[in-house]
């Protein structure tokens, strides 16, 4: 009979939060978002993209780029020419990016291991400060509680957790070690169209 009223009870307060959390222990990173910038990205290829962004980057540097305005993938600096820079993706981009384009054409006398698309894409570019660890404890549609030291409401950060998409929030509250981090909503009109 006591099991009945604690579901009950943990049922209720589910039916008061607007979306139902689920209980995890995940591993995560964390990344404290620094700067951020539109990317116009010129092509495409299976692991990588080059384009333009108004940040100064440095060669081997770690950005996170998002190409819809809410899930983002990590990329390495591999080259920099001013304001044109070179990334590499950490995990493969969706092979329909270059479909995306009307009229997007095969760069037929490029050389490279992994052919390039050519494509007017913009994108969203983040640097972020030194990544630290913590461990997601529930998570939901809208946001999540990270166990981790230090982190201050307010705090803009990218969350970058196993079998989850990389996921940019802020921090809403923090307390004895714990925080909770409510995902941004999408911009209108942001991503590529």
């Known amino acids: ?3 009945d009223t604690g579901s009950a009870t943990s049922n209720e307060g589910d039916e008061r939060r607007r979306h139902a959390r689920q209980r995890v222990l995940k591993s995560a990173l964390l990344y404290p978002v620094l700067r951020e910038a539109r990317l116009a990205i010129h092509d ?34 591999r080259w920099v020419e001013g304001m044109r820079c070179g990334l590499q993706t950490e995990d493969p981009l969706p092979r329909n990016l270059g479909d995306q384009q009307a009229g997007a054409e095969e760069a037929g006398s490029d050389q490279r291991e992994a052919p390039r698309v050519k494509v007017d894409l913009l994108a969203t570019l983040v640097a972020c400060a030194p990544v630290f660890a913590g461990t997601v404890r529930n998570m ?13 409401e307010g705090t803009r950060l990218l969350v970058k957790a196993r079998g989850c998409d990389v996921r940019m929030g802020r921090v809403q509250w923090s307390s004895g070690g714990m925080a909770g981090v409510f995902f941004e909503p999408v911009a209108a009109g942001s991503g590529a169209k």
């Open 1 to 3: 009979m006591s099991e």
């Open 44 to 77: 495409v290829s299976q692991n990588g993209l080059s384009g333009e962004c108004a940040l100064t980057l440095g060669l081997g540097q770690e950005v996170h780029v998002s190409l819809d305005g809410e899930t983002f993938v990590t990329a390495e600096v």
């Open 140 to 152: 939901s549609a809208e946001g999540m509680m990270i166990e981790a030291a230090g982190l201050p």
